[in-house]
């Protein structure tokens, strides 16, 4: 089932509450409030509250929210209860850091391969994976892994992206400063690590 | 100036704006309408007009906007005419593929130093810059530097934050996975490089 009416902006505020609800019941917390969560995220808990109700309330009113459920809830909606598992392609510095990264457990989320074309990295492991042969992409394909990360240079995305799509991959998580072009199935969202600092500023006194 | 009213949405928004007429027109376009801007970003020109009123009017109707005034002012909005440079802390993998990243000249920002505490990484060069040694970090108080991205371990993070903000530091682009206190005069935009991926299955058909 997908939630049509949901707000892209709400989507993309799913995260930021499911992350601050698994680091505070990581600390110990049960029950959480609207409030609570919002002093965690440093937003305000009328959006807070806004957000949730495009999902019917679950929560009890002066009691707050079961933070188990809570996440249970919003994994459910992001639909990260079916999709969890992804490869990543290009092991340079920023491919090698995002294996590393341990926060993509928070969302349940799994690297389960990683690919490169350097002869030179092939065969070695990181993290715990065996890099293997960008060339021996298909191998993917039984085991349904859809979401890719991309972290190659700027001038194979393109190319890269084209493979991953032919190997069924159907969301791309794109690191790369390239537009890239995919069809219509697929899912592209692209990062810019530079856009958070170009705000900055603004918030300096 | 500041201007109050902005809502932090909006703020958050600006960069994307900011970097797609980069893009635009480094690409040629002189002039750009909103749909254009909305069409290169995935957004809705409906949002980017509303976005652009708290500012008071830049475009002329039908004719749509100056791509390098609307750069310029953009700019001026979000301080980056005043706020460019920053220094870097932690050469890791992360601190490595940030400092090679070319994402930050589309917004004005410029990495002007680099330090750690590894003595096998202080003196040799990268990008451009000498890797200094952290201990001597005081020597950005003459250069006025007030932004500093923190790439160091996490378990380092707080006690490399507090030497920032004794250095005059008043904002940190956060990359690790703590959180970090920080005295009320300083600003700090947290990263999670794993929250984009959170809502990739949610788009996935």
Redesign the interface.
Known sequence: MRYHKIPD?T??R???Y??AAVLLRRGGKKKLSSSELAEFIGSNSTQIRKDFSYFGSFGTRGVGYDTQKLIKQISK????D???E?ILIGV???G???L?????S??G?LIKAVFDNNLRKIGKKLNGLVIEDIAKLKSIRPKKI??A?LTVPSNQAQHVTDKLVDNNI??I?NFT?CRIEVPR?V?V?S???????????????
């Open positions: 902006e989507v993309k799913l995260p930021r499911l992350r909606i992001l639909k990260l079916g999709q969890r992804a340079g510095n920023l090698s850091a995002i590393a990264y341990e926060g993509f928070i969302y989320l859809k979401m990360i159907r969301g998580l400063s199935k899912k969202v990062i810019d690590i530079a856009l958070d600092m170009a705000r900055l500023p603004y918030y300096m006194q």
